[in-house]
């Protein structure tokens, strides 16, 4: 099973919300950037494909961590900070996009 991380800014609903709903297809966990607990070397060492929700945690995440960003697959969802956790708008997005690169996995 690919384990897949998904970063959003504070791990409380974007990332949060993929976590949960991709657990019984991938092993999954989630982590935020600009929060109380942020990303860790050790979550990003974890993560075959990581995964955020904006083009700026991409960038981040090669400035934190540059050595490991450059042995990981990082896509970028593409998912605005508008949606609250478990949204259903938000959950059809997530779905959509996991299937368009559903030959990564």
Known sequence: MTKVLFICNQNKHRSKTAEDIFKNRFETKSAGL???KPLTEKELSWAEVVMVMEEAQREEISKRFPKLYLQKRVLNLGIPDKYNYGNSELTKILNQKIE?????F
């Open 34 to 36: 600009f929060c109380p």
């Open 100 to 104: 368009e690169y559903s030959d990564l």
